[in-house]
């Protein structure tokens, strides 16, 4: 017995119906899917890890310039309930002076709202130092390079170059200090003397608030702040740090000192933008690491760290590693 003719248009039209509401049902969950692991997806422990409470682990590496991503971050832990606190993991040289105050208020912000810990990896120093004194407690390891309380303003003179070649720039402007120093020529005394001042007023800074922070007299202020880098062996004893150890330390101090529940899980909070100012070049690295080709892959990362200190600007706090002649 054959079925009516109109029965059968009608079971198709129901099947395409079914079909299409399953189509935007996968849909409607695969999204939300996706909205929820770009809120809460970034931690090591899964999407739902930023759903319970646990230690949110902030990372500080390379260089500070005090970007809105990071300081929305650093914002964003502060106003989650489910942070019971911080560890900030720091590895950085430093970077731009106000870059290095920026992340400082703003880590100061956060530490006023839950306990902040930081964590040394191997080098916390200039700008690097300033954002790790923002923390209650500072832990680094042994061997961890600390300090380098200091600023400093270069600029290239190519001047005898362009006689070289036979170039002359020409400059007017409105007085003898506007644009100095230019690169372009000798710099002139006056130039020299207001750069200085203004190293010396970021210096001052600099020295008043790790005074302030690490709690040390003027002796011992002095001790540590003629621009060195310190072991966090050395650094001990002249209270740049609190005490050595690692992310394990810091936990266990958080714990005893600030009442952290104990096993509490560690949760990565990282920035929401995937590629960032470099990450072009950290992109296309990654891609030559997974095809075994590590050279490519060295030598494009010292691309992007060699670009990204060449755009700093102006008075910076910033350790530089000593390079062989």
Same mark, same amino acid.
């Given at each position: ?39 809460? #997806? ?88 300033? &954002? ?33 070649? #036979? ?13 100095? !120093?230019?690169?372009?020529? !000798? ?44 072991? &966090? ?12 150890? /690692? ?11 600030? /009442?952290?529940?104990?096993?509490? !899980? ?47 600007? #102006?008075?910076? &706090? ?8």
């Amino acid at each position: 017995m054959s079925l009516p003719h109109d029965y059968l248009i009608d079971r198709r039209r129901l099947r395409r119906k079914l079909s299409l509401w399953r189509i935007l049902a996968i849909g409607g969950a695969t999204a939300a899917a996706l909205a929820l692991f770009a809120r809460y #997806g970034d931690g090591a422990l899964g999407p739902a890890a930023k759903l319970s409470p646990h230690i949110a682990r902030l990372s500080v590496s390379g260089i500070i310039t005090g970007d809105k991503e990071t300081l929305d971050l650093v914002k964003s832990i502060g106003e989650d309930a489910k942070a019971s606190a911080v560890l900030l993991a720091i590895d950085s040289p430093g970077g731009t002076t106000t870059g290095a105050e920026r992340l400082h208020d703003e880590l100061r912000r956060l530490a006023a709202k839950k306990p902040v810990v930081a964590v040394v990896g191997t080098l916390a120093a200039s700008g690097g130092y300033i &954002a790790a004194i923002a923390a209650d407690e500072i832990v680094a390891h042994g061997n961890s390079l600390v300090g380098s309380i200091g600023v400093l303003f270069q600029f290239p003179n190519v001047g005898k170059l362009l006689d070289n070649v #036979g170039v002359q720039m020409e400059t007017v402007k409105s007085s003898p200090l506007k644009a100095a !120093p230019n690169g372009f020529e !000798p710099t002139s005394e006056e130039a020299r003397a207001a750069i200085a001042a203004l190293v010396a007023d970021s210096y001052d800074w600099f020295k008043g608030l790790v005074k302030e922070r690490r709690k040390l007299d003027d002796s011992e202020l002095a001790k540590v702040t003629d621009g060195r880098v310190f072991t &966090a062996r050395q650094g001990l004893p002249l209270k740049l740090v609190d005490l050595i150890g /690692g992310e394990r330390e810091a936990i266990e101090w958080l714990e005893t000192e600030k /009442g952290v529940a104990k096993r509490l !899980p560690v949760v990565d909070w990282k920035k929401k933008n995937a590629i960032e100012r470099f990450g072009l070049v950290d992109s296309a690295a990654g891609v030559a690491a997974a095809l075994g080709l590590d050279a490519l892959a060295q030598a494009l990362q010292r691309v992007g760290t060699v670009a990204e200190r060449g755009l700093l600007d #102006g008075v910076v &706090a910033i350790w530089q590693a000593p390079t062989p002649d």
